[in-house]
Nanobody
Framework: QVQLVESGGGLVEAGGSLRLSCAAS????????MAWFRQAPGKEDEFVAF?????????YYGDFVKGRFTISRDNAKNTVYLQMNNLKYEDTANYFC????????????????WGQGTQVTVSS
């Protein structure tokens, strides 16, 4: 059974940075693509970033990211990261990592395995 545990969230001032981590277990991590989604209060889930299993070169981001976030993975540590820079108030949300996906990488419904989330709060 796949288990995902996020960490690294917290309170940060606008313009600051955070690095989220997602530690995976229960499957061969290096064989799976990974993604981050977020959910803000009163809003629908939003695709943040995706990284393919075989190369960091194949990474994709939500339109709102605009070069501020970077997804990466360390297969030796079974961990995927989300480096978030120049954070904005509107980035405040609960951030989830996900795997076990099929078809379109940007659709939440295509992922079967989820972590519990880590809260990111950006003060203005």
């Amino acid at each position: 059974q796949v288990q995902l545990v996020e960490s690294g969230g917290g309170l940060v001032e606008a313009g600051g940075s955070l690095r989220l981590s997602c530690a995976a277990s229960g499957h061969t991590f290096s064989n799976y693509a990974m993604a981050w989604f977020r959910q803000a209060p009163g809003k629908e889930d939003e695709f943040v970033a995706f990284i393919n299993w075989y190369s960091d070169e194949y990474a994709y981001y939500g339109d709102f990211v605009k070069g501020r976030f970077t997804i990466s993975r360390d297969n030796a540590k079974n961990t995927v990261y989300l480096q978030m820079n120049n954070l904005k108030y509107e980035d405040t949300a609960n951030y989830f990592c996900a795997t076990c996906y099929s078809a379109d990488y940007y659709l939440r419904s295509n992922y079967k395995c989820w972590g519990q989330g880590t809260q990111v709060t950006v003060s203005s």
